[in-house]
């Protein structure tokens, strides 16, 4: 199955975190978009291996995916090596993406930073006709990047005002990792009974910057061109 949006996170809640409201947004759109996580969060403080993936599949429902798949790396010891990249590879040139969404490069979380690196890496090597891994030659038109633990100016935001709610709807899926009202729970950064609240800060600073009530920002490596001034709103 092709789809246009292709997004990847580490683990299975990072996508709903850093990039949940755009998928939702294009999804709405018409546009078939999908989540690949990396590894099953099996490390994870809390919840089981099972456990997050009937959550990882509720969230995807409620985004409206085309598919969710886990690629079955290890959790806490995700590295850039020639199988990982590999893999990622064989997903490109199978499903073959318009648009790549991968962690940002810069993150407290070495799997978060690992991933990022194993994502560009092989969006780039997926269109070397001679790379050796399954499946036709193809390069995604471009690859952005979203924030998870670390986050920095952003190149560009996507407004994500009427999608905020369905978000976080996506991301409360995931009961094992933020639900601060667990007995079971032991105490961790996500289900922090305050975490849901900074992360709505983060959102409401972005969507500031652009006259929106919420927005998800990304990084891009690439500097924008604008083929035409009449595109251009704003700026007094």
């Known amino acids: 199955m092709t789809v246009d949006i292709l997004a990847f996170g580490a683990h299975p809640d990072d996508v709903e975190i850093g990039v949940g ?14 989540i ?44 850039k090596d020639e199988k ?19 962690p940002y490069w810069e993150d407290r979380h070495p799997d978060h930073v690992n991933s990022s690196l194993i994502i560009t890496e092989a969006c780039f090597k997926a269109g070397l006709r001679k790379f050796a891994a ?14 998870l633990g670390k986050m920095e100016e952003p190149d560009f935001i996507v407004d994500i005002s009427k999608e905020y709610e369905t978000k976080v709807k996506a991301l409360l899926a995931h009961d094992s990792q933020v639900n601060h009202n667990r007995e079971d729970s032991f105490k961790t950064v996500l289900n922090n ?16 910057l652009i006259n929106a009530e919420t927005g998800e920002g990304f990084k891009y490596k690439k ?9 251009l709103e704003g700026g007094v």
């Open 84 to 102: 990982s990249v590999k893999l990622v590879v064989e997903e490109i040139r199978k499903h073959r993406p318009r648009i790549v969404l991968a």
């Open 223 to 231: 500097t924008v061109e604008i083929p035409d001034l009449m595109v």
């Open 134 to 147: 399954g499946g036709k030659s193809y390069r995604p038109q471009a690859v952005a990047y979203y924030f």
């Open 36 to 79: 690949i996580d990396l590894t099953g969060g099996e490390m994870g403080s809390n919840g089981t291996a099972k456990i997050r993936k009937q959550e990882a599949e509720q969230a995807g429902e409620i985004i409206g995916v085309e598919f969710r798949k886990c690629l079955g790396l290890p959790d806490s010891k995700v590295q």
């Open 21 to 34: 409201g755009t998928l939702i947004k294009h999804r709405r759109a018409g546009y078939q978009v999908a």
């Open 193 to 208: 009974n305050g975490f849901i609240d900074k992360l709505e800060s983060r959102f409401k600073y972005l969507g500031s």
